[in-house]
């Protein structure tokens, strides 16, 4: 039950975009569809952004769009606004019934 | 307004136990599966457990090793994580989150710190 990598780290300029990886196995992010990204400022509870590798809730602005390729799935946040800088998650059903997070991406807004 | 609310975070002794709770309100409680998930200071989020709408499904995040109880009160519209033998490295943000599917937590708490140490 290993989490999932993701980069420590990502910047963009206002306008731009920047695309965040969330590399799992077979076993999980390659094995199923269901990913999810969840975007957490500081000192607040996370946000769902993205389910099912490309679905966004009620709400989520289209800037956001998710997509896998394998056993990697990813966050592209287009149009970078100062908002979007915050912590970055990916998630995927596991198998075995379990849940793991990735590590976390930081994003920065230049 | 769609809320969860968790309570019962605290200081307590390695060995201890303690219970979380989260009052949900603003929707239909008993449809959704539920979570807890936690966030050890400076670090990243991990899943806890799940519970199916009608607690007929019960999971655990490996490491937790059987100290870790979740239940459910649908009349209550409540949902709880009993901890016990907790060790330092249970220290935490605990988040309950509602499943909108699967691995989709839409909804969460505010989370509710819990400190072990002596």
């Known amino acids: 039950q290993s989490a999932l990598t993701q980069p420590p780290s990502a910047s963009g300029s206002p306008g731009q975009s920047v695309t965040i990886s969330c590399t799992g196995t077979?076993?999980?992010?390659?094995?199923?569809?269901?990913v999810s990204w969840y975007q957490q400022h500081p000192g607040k509870a996370p946000k769902l952004m993205i389910y099912?590798?490309?679905k966004r809730p009620s709400g989520v602005p289209d800037r956001f769009s998710g997509s896998k390729s394998g056993n990697t799935a990813s966050l592209t946040v287009s149009g970078l606004q100062a908002e979007d800088e915050a912590d970055y998650y990916c998630?995927?059903?596991?198998?075995?019934?379990?849940?793991?997070f990735g590590t976390g991406t930081k994003v920065t807004v230049l | 307004e769609v809320q969860l609310v968790e309570s019962g975070g605290g200081l307590v002794k390695p060995g201890g136990s303690l219970r979380l709770s989260c009052a949900a309100s603003?929707?239909?409680?008993?449809?959704?599966?539920m979570n807890w998930v936690r966030q050890a200071p400076g670090k990243g989020l991990e899943w806890v457990s799940s519970?199916?709408?009608?607690?007929?499904?019960?999971y655990y995040a490996d490491s937790l090793k059987g100290r870790f109880t979740i239940s459910r009160d649908n009349a209550k519209n409540s949902l709880y994580l009993q901890m016990n033998s907790l060790r330092a490295e249970d220290t935490a943000v605990y988040y309950c989150?509602?499943?909108?599917?699967?691995?989709?937590?839409?909804?969460w708490g505010q989370g509710t710190m819990v400190t072990v140490s002596s």
């Open positions: 989150a509602r499943a909108l599917v699967f691995n989709a937590f839409d909804i």
């Open positions: 603003g929707f239909t409680f008993s449809s959704y599966n």
């Open positions: 519970i199916t709408s009608s607690s007929s499904y019960i």
């Open positions: 077979s076993s999980d992010v390659g094995g199923f569809n269901y």
């Open positions: 099912e590798v490309t």
């Open positions: 998630s995927s059903y596991g198998g075995s019934n379990n849940f793991p």
